[in-house]
């Protein structure tokens, strides 16, 4: 099946570092792929998302590309703030099996990232 | 717009009791989702409803897990005999009717139900 591998945290980083979280992804099919992120005591965020391949999503200096050739969708940020610190989810959406084009979403593991100043 | 709401944040139950979690979606989205996150994981589908109809149910739902949306408005879902394997975050998530075009809907998801199952 449907399945979103990302890398392992936590990340620990300096303010102003640049930020790389790997999210690699197996599917058949083109599903879209997301990045979510959590901040502490809140609730799953949308932070960006790609469509198809080679489409770019970005939000809040964040971006990822979508990799059909290596089945990738890595988060990236040129220089993270404290704000920043929050536990980030790679998703992909799955079609649900009943015909219709609404889809679930299927998570990976999650990356904690922290920030110090 | 107020987002997707969820009550109660935390509930703390007893093994075998039963337990019942209500969500409130943003208002005229008409697709709503419900996933169960325990600790350290992604969160993981469990069912889904467009209007009032249940159209997906995840293995993971087993018979002691219900969840209904009548009128195709707030949803609740209720766990019956409780076990300590389901403590977890419940979130809930809606997403609004797709435009024409539109590829992908986007889901909004609620701050969760945290259950504690002693």
């Known amino acids: 099946g449907n399945s979103v591998t990302q890398m392992e945290g936590p990340v620990t980083l300096s303010e102003e570092a640049f930020l790389t979280i790997n999210c690699t992804y197996t599917?058949?099919?083109?599903?879209?792929l997301f990045w979510y992120v959590q901040y502490p005591g809140e609730g799953l965020q949308l932070l960006l998302k790609?469509?198809?391949?080679?489409d770019k999503g970005s939000n809040k200096g964040f971006e990822a590309t979508y990799r059909k050739e290596t089945t990738s969708f890595h988060l990236e940020k040129g220089s993270v703030q404290v704000s920043d610190s929050a536990v980030y989810f790679c998703?992909?959406?799955?079609?649900?099996?009943?015909?219709?084009?609404?889809?679930?979403?299927?998570f990976g593991t999650g990356t904690l990232l922290a920030v110090q100043p | 717009d107020t987002g997707v709401s969820q009550n109660p944040r935390h509930k703390i139950t007893k093994r075998g009791q039963n337990v019942t979690f209500r969500c409130d979606p943003i208002?005229?989205?008409?697709?709503l989702y419900w996933y169960r996150q325990t600790l350290g994981q992604g969160p993981e589908f469990l069912t889904y409803?467009?209007?009032?109809?249940?159209?997906?149910k995840s293995r993971l739902l087993s018979d002691r897990f219900s969840a209904e949306r009548p009128k195709g408005s707030f949803s609740t879902l209720e766990i019956q005999r409780t076990e300590q394997g389901d403590s977890a975050m419940y979130l809930c998530?809606?997403?609004?009717?797709?435009?024409?075009?539109?590829?992908?809907?986007?889901?909004?998801f609620g701050p969760g139900t945290r259950l504690t199952v002693l």
């Open positions: 599917a058949t099919g083109y599903p879209s």
């Open positions: 409803f467009q209007n009032e109809a249940q159209l997906e």
């Open positions: 790609a469509t198809k391949a080679d």
């Open positions: 998530a809606s997403s609004p009717r797709r435009d024409p075009g539109n590829v992908t809907d986007t889901q909004y």
């Open positions: 998703a992909l959406s799955d079609r649900i099996n009943y015909g219709g084009a609404t889809n679930k979403l299927i």
């Open positions: 208002s005229e989205h008409n697709r």
